[in-house]
């Protein structure tokens, strides 16, 4: 799971110091999971790849940010501190653990 977290965060230009800044984490420490020098079984290496794997395209964060009924579960939900919307983003992505992604046509309806 982190090679497959690591070229895709290659892929889509998405840098260590960028997925480290999201997790609170420092940027020598997401090249040590990158590079295997971390345990794969890590907390941090868990929220490393549940947050690359479930990056978006810039056409589904469009569609995000359109999303009223979860912008406004966020706003109800987020104390505003970076620290908990960093939290809120890790328990969001691990949801995408519990089911595959959906097809086209469910996504729209």
């Known amino acids: 799971m982190i090679a497959s977290a690591s070229e895709r965060a290659r892929r889509?230009?998405?840098?260590?110091?960028s997925?480290?800044?999201a997790l609170g984490a420092s940027q020598s420490q997401v090249s040590r999971v990158f590079s295997?020098?971390?345990?794969a079984?890590?907390?941090?290496?868990?929220?490393?790849?549940?947050?690359?794997?479930?990056s978006t395209s810039k056409s589904q964060a469009d569609?995000?940010?359109?999303?009223?009924?979860l912008i406004g579960a966020l706003a109800e939900v987020w104390n505003g501190t970076p620290a908990h919307a960093r939290a809120l983003?890790?328990?969001i992505r691990?949801?995408?653990?519990?089911?595959?992604p959906l097809s086209t046509d469910?996504?729209?309806s």
């Not at 295997?36 to 345990?39: D, N, V």
């Not at 079984?41 to 479930?54: N, R, T």
């Not at 569609?63 to 009924?69: G, S």
């Open 63 to 69: 569609a995000v940010r359109a999303n009223e009924e």
């Open 19 to 21: 997925i480290a800044k």
């Open 94 to 100: 691990s949801l995408a653990l519990l089911s595959p």
């Open 36 to 39: 295997g020098k971390t345990s």
């Open 12 to 17: 889509v230009g998405l840098h260590q110091s």
């Open 106 to 108: 469910e996504a729209t």
């Open 41 to 54: 079984q890590s907390k941090l290496a868990k929220d490393i790849c549940i947050y690359v794997l479930g």
């Open 89 to 91: 983003a890790v328990v």
